[in-house]
């Protein structure tokens, strides 16, 4: 009989140790620590250990093999991606139960499959008549496209080596299990493991392997640390359950920049990919200018949105007052307030301020705080921007504007969504391009208030 062994694995960092302690000594977390039996098959394991015979060389004497990337048929997926999938990479695509990863993944095998692609779907979570009606629901069907209802990895590595696809799915991380060790599927040690596993048929094989994770409650990777190290690309799709957009981020892409992001609608008929993406965050706007409500333009890698920031400031009945975000950071939100109180005199101390980013989108750059400062401003004094302009620019604790990168940029997605004024920071060249929009640039806060701010009706 094989020797059974136990050890406690931390579940969120895959630390090990041999005796049980309330804390993490590596993630500092407390009482992640999970007993785990454990017995090696040495035999399968030894088997998986491929000698490599590929040789020392000199960086000068490289050749470059062109890492061949093929399009998922979505260009906002291949955008995030870097391109689209490299071949013998690893992909993980994470997300809160029910937000629509198999949905994503189904409609992008359909769109590999009609390339005449072979893809192996194995589904891990469902059956595959379960898989059959999703399919028919989003028009997904191909001869290339085969369906696997297994939740053993050494079975699923046998089917590769019979139908030889060359994109392989698995649906999802959590559900899945090697039995080259004992603990149950989900936990760190066989999501270690079984990532492994498929790390070596993406390398070896060159198979294109894409993994599904469930995010636990408090917003991670079951095993987070674990699994983000070992694969080539990680992308979260999150959005709003009760609402239907879906933005797709990628987190680590070893192919390409990892602040674009990828837009979708979530409809009966399944995912349609959104690409006028301003739009879409726009479409619930009302014309006329409310107080507390400013249109800025963010700035998500290669290309600008335009969203809206609202803000709602009333008399507080707390001792100390309420400072709520959502979609802006926090720290970054009290800086502006900061800057409202001391240099344009807002009496803000005695006020709750909530700052709300439209459409489940988060903004973490500073092009956003003049927009924030003014929602938060015309709120406060009951006055408005008016709807046709829009708002960019960073501030300093000085109260001044500064410049934003890509500002020109921004300013033509204003331009071609019919914005008709933009307040940008004072800028040391001129812009080189020739808007059709009324440019104002400011060099102070207050500038910006006296320019861009009126009375409502
Ligand atoms: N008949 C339907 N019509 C419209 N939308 C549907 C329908 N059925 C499911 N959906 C949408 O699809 C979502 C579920 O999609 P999907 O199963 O791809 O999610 P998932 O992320 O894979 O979930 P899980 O974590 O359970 O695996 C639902 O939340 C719903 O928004
Ligand atoms: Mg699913
Ligand atoms: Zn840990």
Not at 68 to 74: A, R, V
Not at 314 to 328: A, D, L
Request: aromatic content about 4%; proline content about 3%; glycine content about 8%.
């Amino acid at each position: 009989m094989a020797k059974v062994k136990t050890k406690w694995v931390c579940q969120n960092c895959g630390y090990e140790t041999l005796k049980y302690i309330g804390k993490c000594p590596d993630c500092g977390n407390w009482g992640t620590l999970v007993e785990e039996v454990e017995i090696k098959n040495t035999s399968s394991v030894s088997q998986s250990v491929v000698i490599d015979d590929s040789p020392v060389c000199l960086i000068n004497e490289i050749e470059i093999t062109e890492s061949i990337k093929s399009s998922t048929g979505f260009a906002e997926l291949d955008r995030v991606l870097g391109g689209g999938l490299v071949q013998g990479s690893l992909i993980l695509l994470a997300g809160d139960p029910g937000i629509g990863k198999s949905t994503l993944i189904l409609q992008t095998a359909g769109n590999v499959c009609s390339q005449d692609k072979k893809l192996l779907y194995v589904c891990a979570e469902e059956s595959g008549s379960q898989v059959k009606l999703r399919a028919q629901r989003l028009n997904v069907n191909s001869d290339k496209l085969y369906v696997y209802s297994q939740t053993n990895l050494e079975a699923v590595i046998n089917q590769i080596d019979v139908i030889k696809p060359e994109i392989l799915v698995i649906d999802s991380i959590q559900s899945v299990y090697t039995s080259n060790i004992t603990s149950s599927a989900g936990s760190v040690s066989q999501i270690r493991e079984c990532t492994n596993l498929l790390m070596d048929i993406a390398k070896n094989k060159g198979i294109t392997v894409i993994v599904i994770g469930h995010v636990t409650k408090d917003g991670n990777i079951a095993g987070p640390k674990v699994l983000e190290h070992m694969v080539d690309t990680v992308i979260y799709f999150e959005g709003d359950k009760y609402k239907s957009q879906r933005l797709l981020r990628s987190i680590k892409n070893r192919f390409g920049s990892t602040n674009e992001i990828g837009v979708f609608n979530m409809v009966e008929s399944g995912l349609e990919e959104v690409t006028n993406p301003s739009e879409l965050f726009m479409k619930e706007r009302t014309d006329s200018a409310t107080p507390g409500s400013v249109i800025i333009a963010a700035n998500e890698g290669t290309r600008a949105l335009l969203v809206e920031v609202q803000a709602l400031v009333g008399k507080t009945s707390y001792p100390s007052p309420r400072r709520v975000s959502t979609g802006v950071e926090y720290n970054r939100l009290l800086q502006i307030i900061a800057v409202l109180e001391k240099r344009i005199g807002l009496q803000l101390s005695s006020h709750d301020v909530y700052v709300n980013v439209i459409g489940g989108i988060e903004i973490d750059e500073p092009a956003a705080d003049l927009g924030i400062a003014l929602a938060i401003a015309t709120c406060f004094r009951d006055v408005v921007v008016s709807s046709d302009c829009v708002i960019i620019g960073e501030i300093s604790l000085s109260g001044e504007i500064r410049n934003v990168s890509n500002i020109e940029k921004r300013i033509y997605e204003a331009q071609k969504l019919g914005f008709k004024k933009a307040i940008v920071p004072k800028q040391n060249k001129k812009l080189s391009e020739n808007f059709d929009i009324e440019i104002v640039e400011v060099p102070r806060l207050i500038d910006a208030i006296k320019v861009c701010v009126s009375k409502s009706n």
